[in-house]
């Protein structure tokens, strides 16, 4: 397995548990449709670079790449 076959890999293992997880949190069931899109966009930015998207400031920095891969305006 190469480098980038490895950083998929571990990835996908981590947006796996983020998800499986999801259902333990308080209140979940209550949560908009637009907390949940908020939430999986979030967990999805921490699996591709945690170091880079975590916490607020990171989300922030995700949302900008998503609007690019989109091909949005930011």
């Known amino acids: 397995m190469n480098d980038e076959q490895k950083r998929m890999k571990k990835a996908i293992e981590y947006l796996q548990k983020f998800m499986n997880t999801y259902d333990q949190q308080y209140g979940y069931l209550d949560y908009r449709d637009e907390t949940l899109i908020d939430d999986v966009l979030y967990g ?3 699996a591709l670079d945690g170091s880079e998207y975590r916490m607020a400031n990171g989300f922030r920095k995700f949302q900008k790449r998503l609007r690019k891969h989109l091909g949005a305006k930011p």
Request: proline share 0%; aromatic share 0%; no cysteine.
């Open 44 to 46: 999805l930015g921490v």
